[in-house]
């Protein structure tokens, strides 16, 4: 079990963080922007973890950067993990997100679209800032760093996109894991060490630093949340219960039922997964998620979830030698664990 | 009428631009974005005048920068111009573009969403390689710079969107205006001058530089593409004639319409308005044309945008003052007589 620090460290970090990026969003909508100001600060209004801007403020302070070095680049962060929130729940037709209704579901496609451009363009703004606390070199290198997380995140969300429009359905574990290296791993755990650590160190970062690291833990979170969405807490939760079977994603679990099934049932469920949401009945969806039991997905997940968390523990080990003891420190340690045990 | 140089320095500025756009894009699909690299192309590769990135060069060089220097600054300006594109497109459930169906109508909401952000975010890539070129204090001038017209474009987007949404009917020229200036202007011929002119001056702009004479400009192109909806030639138009309307768009035309029609007219081009595009009739839209004609709308509208060319002209002269005579300044001094003139 993790030590009670992380979540107070993520309460602490998290309510720093997002209490900047409200300021950035208010400044936009005193700007004049009458139409944009309530939508655009829907999503950070809603209670969010803050995981990776917290990330990205601990690795800076166990390298020895202030929070406040730090902190402009945890609200771009902020900004847009929220931009892409908006976006995924408009590309996978999501009906819920932080216990209440999707931007679009709200306010429609079309100012759901903008309001997720205006929150990855607003992320500027504090890259831009960073100029007077870390100088224009290390500004620079971070730019470089959002630059290659940026692209590596649509590209996951692109690999995804395509499995879904193409009703693809020869799939395996590595297929997943590499989409997810992609799709989650970039921005909520490897950009945020790297940025992190050019904060702290203000030197460099080879190309592969904190990859491992950041694979390893992203992978486990992401396995843990498509769990979660299977067999969460519904009041807790925040999105709809299985909600990714409605909208037919190769989860992990998706992904080995496919190869365990009997080809009869790998028949229907290719017929089920290629349906849109709205063609898909509460019946067939209850015969998925059992199914999903019956040849024991989920707890496949869960042991590749633990395998991936245990490299992590190793990994640390390497990343993070040498590096004094400190409260930020623990919090990382302990990351891959606390990632499984969440709710 | 302008000179014959106009069409050519587009052709040969634009083709640069574009052939080292696509050399970026090819970059990005080569990195193994199998589901992204089609789609990602698809704009681009459309026939399009490249108006923006060709001003730029022209701009820089006026001020004594090469083509090289400007390349960069271009490239970037042709991927988020294609990445407004796509997201406008779903934002106004157009249905065609150069020619071409538009892309949600091709691959769906969601592929569209996602390739229009990959546009966005690959343009920070020849933005960060100015550095080779323009150093790094350039480097991050031009970023502020994007950073402004970026949030002033979302902005302009946002309230096009809101007045849709809300179905607002009570609006005059000056709203008009400035939605134009904030939506067209800032991206299409403000951004250009200032990137152009911080390229080939290598010096700080003030706030206000360039953006009287962008405004006239950008408003009168706005202008005319608003008419050439109403009135182009099919076959060289490349979007769907009358689509404004069916869209619901407040043009000028429109706005005119609204404040000049009777208390009758007005009330039913309101309910008109209100409905979405798939519950008007072709009745209907032809009804209003007619309107549009019958109370010389359009007259209206060319009188502003020829008013606004002239004024461009007068601009011209105080913002370009003391630069050698060349090709690249013969092309701006005839940019507010192509906008009009231009089918």
New interface residues.
């Given amino acids: 079990m993790p030590s009670l620090s992380t979540p107070v460290l993520l309460e602490e970090y998290g309510g720093i963080a997002r209490a900047a990026s409200r300021r950035y969003l208010d400044v936009?909508a005193d700007?004049?922007?009458?139409?944009?100001g309530s939508a655009l600060r829907e999503y950070p209004q809603r209670s969010g973890r803050s995981l990776r801007s917290s990330l990205c403020i601990a690795v800076a302070r166990c390298f020895g950067a202030s929070l406040k070095d730090a902190l402009n680049s945890a609200v771009a962060l902020e900004l847009l993990h929220n931009a892409f929130l908006v976006?995924d729940d408009?590309?996978?037709?999501s009906e819920e997100r932080r216990g209440r209704p999707t931007l679009h579901v709200m306010?429609?496609?079309?100012?759901a679209?903008?309001v997720?451009?205006?929150l990855?363009?607003?992320s500027?703004?504090p890259l831009?800032d960073n100029?007077q606390q870390l100088g224009?070199?290390v500004?620079?290198c971070i730019?470089?760093e959002?630059?290659r997380m940026?692209?590596e995140t649509?590209?996951g969300?692109?690999?995804e996109?395509?499995?879904?429009?193409w009703n693809t359905i020869d799939l395996g574990q590595d297929d997943y894991l590499r989409m997810v290296l992609k799709k989650t791993c970039w921005y909520t755990t490897i950009f945020p060490h790297r940025a992190g650590a050019l904060i702290g160190t203000r030197r460099p970062l080879r190309a592969h630093e904190f990859v491992h690291f950041g694979f390893f833990v992203g992978a486990a979170f992401q396995i843990q949340d498509d769990i979660l969405n299977l067999i969460g807490d519904p009041k807790r939760y925040g999105k709809e219960l299985n909600g990714d079977l409605w909208e037919g994603k190769r989860t992990l679990m998706m992904i080995q039922l496919l190869n365990v099934s009997s080809s009869n049932e790998r028949e229907q469920l290719t017929r089920f997964l290629g349906l849109p949401r709205h063609e898909k009945s509460e019946h067939e969806v209850r015969w998925v998620r059992k199914l999903l039991d019956h040849y024991g997905c989920i707890d496949y997940a869960r042991g590749l979830a633990h395998g991936l968390a245990g490299a992590a523990d190793k990994e640390f080990e390497v990343a993070f030698a040498g590096l004094p003891e400190s409260r930020d420190l623990t919090f990382i340690r302990e990351l891959p664990t606390w990632v499984l045990t969440r709710s």
């Fill in positions: 936009h700007r004049g922007a009458e139409y944009l976006h408009i590309e996978d037709d306010h429609g496609v079309p100012i679209v903008n997720g451009d205006a990855v363009l607003l500027l703004r831009l100029r224009l070199r500004t620079a730019l470089e959002v630059e940026a692209s649509i590209e969300q692109a690999i996109l395509g499995w879904r429009r």
